[in-house]
């Protein structure tokens, strides 16, 4: 994969020179989105002016501590030293914590921002160029679903629809109960989820793709089985009925159903991803930027499911920055398949970056501005640091 800073591209900085351009400091923010998710920002600022964005959003957080041994790979480096910095910092990022490995991928989105600044260029053009120019997105209707009844769903998803989008996501085994606890509660969430996803199907039609999300809290019988109740709602796909990290139990579970696989959101990292995609335990593997080990990593983790055959369909249940830098990982990728959008959060979501973000009949156009394509929007990010 090619890289900004080779010189086998010919790629020269514009206006400033790459061999005194430095990161000198980092400023981090964030906003407040609902009493369930804040969204959190990193800038990475240069001794020339420039300064390069990145998300590393986790929830409800509005701080995130690791970010400051990060930002030591990067500070004092040229920003266009990208395989530097992550030979300093990936070994502790993928150990295993994810704040350390939010916080990595965060400010190595950010690097790629600046060098996209610095030589005028999205990074969709630093990384292969584009296959396309608008991307297949689904809503993610999870958060936004506060009533957590058959009505509450259906009523989110037939909005979502109406918003124009044509595939849309839920997980309403949530508040699932343990698996040794009484068979009757078990039985009775079970029941209570699938009647969710009858009232979706029902709601949106034949022809919205459904997607559900288990968040791993069932075994591989409890899956099969769930799974099977589910057949006559033809389900896009089941995404991780049991933690992605069991691949065995995983792959069981994919050959005894009919439904795709999906999985992979908090993995760190082509190590994270690779038996799953060996293994085809998975047909589409789902890496989030803000938590894979950012940009390059997610492209490396691409290249390895795609020579297994499997589809790339990246985790972003998050603030329009994360969806600006998947955007430009997605534009060229030869086995993207859709992206994750969190509808239903915040209706000024979009004006939190300039140019807005916007969907429109459930696509997104890749951003063309230089770097990620956006910058925040301070006016409104100051209203909603409250």
Not at 29 to 57: D, I, K, P, Q
Not at 321 to 332: E, H, I, K, N, R
Request: glycine share 10%; aromatic share 6%.
């Amino acid at each position: 994969m090619p890289l900004a800073a080779s010189p086998g591209l010919a790629i020269q900085p514009s206006g400033v020179a790459e061999g005194k351009l430095r990161v000198e400091d980092m400023e981090f923010t964030w906003v407040r989105v609902t009493e369930r998710t804040a969204w959190m920002f990193v800038h990475l600022h240069t001794n020339l002016g420039l300064s390069g964005l990145g998300e590393c959003s986790l929830g409800r957080r509005r701080e995130l501590p690791a970010l400051g041994e990060a930002f030591e790979s990067a500070r004092g480096r040229s920003p266009f030293d990208i395989e530097a910095y992550r030979a300093a910092g990936r070994e502790h990022a993928a150990a295993g914590d994810i704040f350390a490995a939010t916080a990595f991928s965060a400010i190595e989105q950010a690097l790629w921002d600046l060098v996209g600044k610095a030589v005028e260029a999205p990074v969709h053009e630093l990384t292969g160029g584009k296959l396309r120019n608008r991307l297949p997105a689904y809503a993610n209707i999870n958060r936004a679903t506060r009533e957590r009844t058959p009505e509450g769903f259906a009523a989110n998803a037939l909005a979502a629809a109406e918003d124009g989008f044509t595939a849309i996501k839920a997980a309403p085994f949530d508040g699932f109960p343990p698996l040794d606890a009484p068979a009757a509660d078990v039985a009775a969430a079970a029941d209570l989820g699938v009647a969710c996803v009858q009232a979706i199907r029902e709601a949106v039609g034949s022809d919205v793709d459904i997607l559900i999300d288990c968040h791993s809290f069932f075994d591989v019988g409890l899956a099969t089985s769930v799974a099977r109740r589910l057949e006559s709602q033809r389900l896009a796909w089941y995404e991780e009925p049991v933690a992605p990290t069991d691949v065995a139990a995983t792959k069981a579970i994919g050959t005894g159903i009919e439904q795709r696989l999906a999985g992979g959101e908090f993995l760190f990292g082509i190590e994270g991803f690779a038996q799953l995609c060996r293994e085809r335990a998975v047909d589409v593997i789902m890496p989030d930027v803000k938590h894979c080990g950012g940009l390059l990593e997610a492209r490396k983790i691409a290249a390895v499911a795609e020579l297994d055959g499997v589809a790339v369909s990246p985790h972003n249940p998050s603030g329009p920055v994360s969806t600006a830098a998947s955007a430009q990982l997605c534009a060229g990728l030869p086995n993207f398949e859709i992206l994750e959008m969190q509808w239903g959060e915040a209706a000024w979501r979009g004006d939190l970056v300039d140019p807005p973000e916007r969907f429109e009949n459930g696509s997104i156009a890749v951003p063309d501005g230089p770097g990620l394509g956006v910058v925040l929007n301070e006016a409104v990010a100051r209203e909603r640091r409250i």
